[in-house]
């Protein structure tokens, strides 16, 4: 069986991410599409708009056959170690293939990249210890190595669908039997456009833009997506600022040292914004800096907001589960044959003690409306 595998978020699932489930299956021939979606918190440092069942639903019903979940502990991360978790759930379910969006209209060879990482570990670490720009922050520390190793890259800040494919490249490059990687050059809106065309693809921030602003985002999301916008509540990270703010000014220094990624001092810059920010929106703009990006920010948030301390992320990253969210009925015959697995298919208290991040995660996500339970209790969507 052709199995081909997709990294996702769907914040929210649009007709651009139908676009993309398609060509895959087309291009790689595949008998079966897998997602890997972020769970309630994504990549970026944001609460997902809609709840990790409604996304896996909208996925189901447009193309994808198996939906697993990304949990927090590598969801909320950089491109090395969101991709370093998302590749690892691709391998353990044996896809063959691994399509991937990007910005690039020229093709570029992916698996060549990765090789060369794979080779030049210690030449890479070499240059990275030599600048000693401590200004710069690791994204750019790494486009000056690589721009000095490998002159045919491409990498700037504006491209983040490329910059997770050389992440994808470099991760998956690392296994003994890496998958075929498959590029496929995003239709119309960038990752970054933030205004409503009249194309039936646009991307999801202006999609979210459009729905904060009450627009009507029909044309540009699948039926099923629609109809779960209009009926479940959206989140945002103004639902959860009062409970950020809370954590920051009730926890003293110490205590906020020790949340996973917190250096710097960004402790005592992070509690004085809290002290006068009237909202989230508010609070990033008083902490970001030309050293601390927008981004940066907003997963240290997430870290503060979830109480993750960095040895208790650290362990539930040694954890091996697959926690299934939906199937089709031909991704139900595919996960009966992978009974060697830990799969997870609910969540009971075994599971919670295992999964203690995502289960935890979740119900502190519930905190921002009237959504329901995450976990205990759930099965897999089926279509």
């Known amino acids: 069986m052709n199995v081909c595998g997709i990294i996702v978020e769907y914040n929210p699932f649009h007709n651009g991410h139908r676009y993309h489930a398609e060509m895959a299956r087309k291009q790689t021939g595949a008998d079966l599409m897998v997602a890997v979606m972020s769970g309630n918190f994504l990549q970026r440092g944001e609460p997902a708009i809609l709840d990790k069942w409604s996304r896996a639903k909208s996925a189901l019903h447009n193309g994808v056959d198996l939906v697993v979940e990304l949990p927090v502990e590598w969801s909320v991360q950089s491109a090395d170690y969101f991709a370093k978790g998302a590749v690892q759930l691709l391998q353990m379910l044996n896809c063959n293939y691994l399509c ?71 991760e998956n490059a690392s296994y003994q039997e890496p998958m075929k990687l498959v590029p496929i050059a995003r239709k ?59 954590q920051l000014l009730s926890s003293n220094l110490e205590q906020l040292k020790n949340i996973y990624q917190m250096s710097e001092g960004l402790e005592i810059r992070m509690q004085a914004a809290a002290k006068s920010a009237a909202s989230f929106h ?38 091996r589960y697959i926690h299934v969210l939906g199937f089709t009925k031909a991704g139900q015959s595919f996960l009966k044959e992978k009974k060697e697995l830990p799969l997870f298919s609910k969540i009971g208290k075994k599971e919670a003690k295992i999964a203690h991040l995502m289960v935890r995660s979740d119900q502190i996500y519930q905190l921002g409306g009237k959504i329901p339970e995450q976990n205990f209790g759930r099965k897999p969507y089926s279509y």
């Open 100 to 170: 991937f969006g990007t910005e690039e209209k020229i093709v570029f060879a992916y698996e060549d990249f990765g090789i060369f990482v794979r080779q030049n570990q210690h030449k890479i670490q070499q240059e990275l210890q030599q600048l000693s720009d401590q200004a710069m922050s690791y994204p750019q520390k790494m486009m000056n190595v690589f721009t000095n190793l490998y002159p045919e890259l491409t990498f700037d800040f504006s491209s983040p669908n490329h910059i997770l494919g050389l992440s994808y490249a470099k």
């Open 188 to 246: 119309s809106a960038g990752y970054h456009e933030e205004t409503l065309t009249d194309q039936s693809i646009a991307s999801a921030t202006a999609i979210r833009k459009a729905l904060g602003e009450e627009r009507l985002i029909d044309d540009f999301v699948p039926e099923t997506t629609a109809k779960l916008l209009s009926e479940e509540p959206m989140q945002t990270w103004e639902n959860y600022w009062p409970f950020l703010r809370y």
């Open 282 to 319: 508010e609070f990033v703009t008083l902490v970001k800096s030309k050293r601390y990006t927008w981004t940066r920010i907003q997963r240290l948030a997430c870290y503060v907001l979830l109480n993750i301390q960095k040895e208790e992320l650290l362990d539930q990253q040694t954890q």
